[in-house]
């Protein structure tokens, strides 16, 4: 047997080391491919464009699009779509009206209604239009793009699509 | 004589002492003679046995619930509603590995905090020891711990259920870089459901369990490598007592206390099933599990505006903070400059400062986890006294 020497390592000295390479690059390999597999290829949540319904459906104000997490706000025949999910750690947030005194009424006798957007995890508040007031949450609700779908007319919202909070979408 | 046929509890003499540890899988764990000052009640309250016990106790209550929960979104609620009112004493193996759940974290955390406190984590003066491996594998089965309770949380899919895994997970995806496809691959896509469950589910009956076991099975014989607990350093084996019967009488005691601890309480104590999980309604308020309650308060409060920046409280609170914590914790034994001689001694005058920080930090947690049970609807706060106004549910 050819003995090892610290220049120059014998046969058996080399093939341990590439049968140990070889068995750990093996084991890394494995462990990579398992952890790709954890990673999923197909989505089945709900689809980031869909169909909200007929313009009509909606009244005016904020209405909740059940399953989505959708706000729909209506104001006349103008449309807009707001994120329901809060930009802090993704509770969904609900409408709250409160009283507020009138600032064009001098005397403060009148009140006006005042609809907020509140989540009810750690208290965030954010204005009907999604600009967040107070509370953790660091950024406005989103508002996603809003087209009518050319056959049947109804309200499409494109989830991959984030467009200015001041964006709307007129209906004839 | 003739041999023994079996081991003896009561061994007349040291060669029965020996074979009983040899003769027996179980005893095996324990050396044939124990300093008799490891066996003492008082400094180690034996919380680490405790919690082993109550790990137990959880795998055994654990097996019957598995036969009956079903972990699909369609059916798991239903399942649970059926082990909670339907099945024989399902109420009680529910509340059994409720209660069990909860009182191993506080078991755990207490056996850390001991730990701490007494310097055990430390080797002797010229030691062979190598404690503060130990106090790491500790601390890797405390996290497993909190998972393990955290991932059960999710299997009854009530709302409970699913807005405290809502916070966590987005606790996650606010991680810099990789939060996004780290809260992915968890939760197995962009929203909790099916996929989620099955790998929570996974992550609680097979996998975290099993790094449990092994992490304790580690630890323990760590335990006899390093020449038992610190505290008892200084005997020098002058008072050793056989292992056979005081340390299997002492581990009696504590598996009987516990477990009858668990039993009553869980008579007592009934497991909550809230409304069915629904993605659209958040309850009003939705509150972590007890024992994240404070990080829950760090994630509210730490929301901050830098420059034209608002950075996210869920990063500070909930990703930045507790990974500095942790790998303080995890390192402290090689931080800690404290004497050798201090090793396993309750609040030596050495150890004075950090035990104080300890300790202050400690106070913090509890006083942040307090704040986290006063709060209420809207995320007001409630004194315990006070009843909490009606809130609409629903829009």
Same mark, same amino acid.
């Given at each position: ?172 | ?196 469950? +099955?790998?929570?589910? #996974?992550?609680?009956? !097979?996998? $975290? *369990?099993? &790094?449990?076991? %092994? =992490?304790?099975?580690?630890?323990? @014989? ?88 608002? +950075?996210?409280?869920? #990063?500070?609170?909930? !990703?930045? $903070? *507790?990974? &500095?914590?942790? %790998? =303080?914790?995890?390192?402290?034994? @090689? ?61």
């Amino acid at each position: 047997m050819e003995p090892d020497h610290p220049s120059q390592p014998g046969r058996r000295s080399v093939l341990v080391r590439l049968g140990t390479a070889a068995g750990a690059a093996a084991l890394a390999a494995q462990g990579g491919i398992v952890a790709r597999s954890l990673v999923a290829n197909v989505s089945y949540d709900t689809p980031s464009r869909m169909k909200l319904g007929l313009p009509e459906a909606f009244p005016d104000g904020l209405t909740l699009v059940p399953d989505a997490r959708l706000f729909v706000s209506r104001r006349g025949k103008r449309f807009r779509v707001l994120s329901a999910v809060c930009t802090h750690l993704g509770c969904t947030v609900r409408v709250e009206a409160s009283l507020r005194p009138d600032p064009t009424d001098p005397d403060a006798r009148k009140a006006t209604q005042v609809f907020e957007l509140a989540c009810p995890c750690h208290g965030s508040r954010y204005r009907a239009d999604g600009a967040n007031l107070s509370g953790p949450a660091p950024r406005p609700l989103p508002a996603y793009r809003l087209i009518l779908a050319p056959g049947d007319g109804q309200l499409v919202v494109d989830l991959d699509d984030e467009v200015d909070p001041g964006a709307e979408l007129t209906v004839p | 004589m003739a041999q023994r046929r079996f081991w003896s509890l009561r061994p007349s003499t040291a060669r029965e002492v020996a074979e009983a540890i040899f003769a027996n899988f179980l005893l095996h764990w324990f050396p044939a003679r124990m300093r008799a000052s490891s066996l003492a009640w008082l400094p180690t309250f034996w919380l680490g046995t405790a919690t082993w016990v109550l790990f137990v106790v959880l795998l055994l209550s654990g097996l019957p619930l598995m036969v009956f929960y079903i972990p699909s979104v369609e059916d798991a609620y239903r399942s649970v509603k059926d082990i909670e009112h339907v099945v024989s004493f399902g109420w009680w193996l529910r509340a059994v590995h409720r209660l069990g759940a909860h009182l191993m974290v506080i078991t755990v955390t207490l056996h850390l905090a001991r730990v701490f406190l007494t310097g055990a984590y430390k080797n002797a003066p010229g030691g062979y020891q190598r404690r503060e491996w130990n106090w790491v594998i500790g601390v890797a089965m405390l996290f497993s711990t909190l998972l393990l309770s955290f991932t059960g949380y999710l299997l009854p899919w009530d709302q409970l259920a699913y807005w405290a895994v809502t916070v966590g997970t987005g606790i996650v995806s606010s991680a810099p870089v990789a939060g996004a496809i780290l809260r992915e691959t968890l939760i197995g896509g962009r929203e909790i459901g099916e996929a989620t469950l +099955v790998r929570f589910y #996974l992550l609680h009956i !097979v996998v $975290l *369990p099993i &790094a449990v076991a %092994v =992490l304790f099975g580690y630890h323990m @014989w760590r335990v006899r490598k390093d020449g038992g607990l610190a505290h008892g350093d200084g005997d020098d084996g002058r008072a050793e007592v056989p292992a056979i019967p005081m340390v299997v009488r002492r581990i009696a005691v504590v598996t009987m206390a516990t477990v009858l601890a668990v039993t009553v309480l869980a008579i007592f104590i009934p497991s909550p099933l809230l409304d069915p999980a629904n993605p659209d309604v958040t309850p009003n308020p939705a509150k972590a599990p007890w024992y994240f309650l404070w990080l829950q308060e760090v994630v509210t409060d730490t929301t901050v505006r830098i420059g034209p920046v608002r +950075v996210n409280g869920a #990063l500070v609170g909930g !990703v930045i $903070l *507790p990974l &500095a914590l942790s %790998v =303080l914790l995890t390192l402290w034994p @090689w931080l800690d400059r404290s004497p050798a001689g201090t090793a396993g001694v309750a609040f030596p005058r050495e150890r004075r400062i950090q035990n104080a920080v300890f300790l202050a930090m400690v106070l913090a947690i509890v006083a942040l986890t307090v704040v986290g049970l006063m709060r209420g609807p809207s995320w007001g706060l409630w004194w315990p006294w006070e009843s909490w106004p009606a809130m609409p549910t629903r829009l």
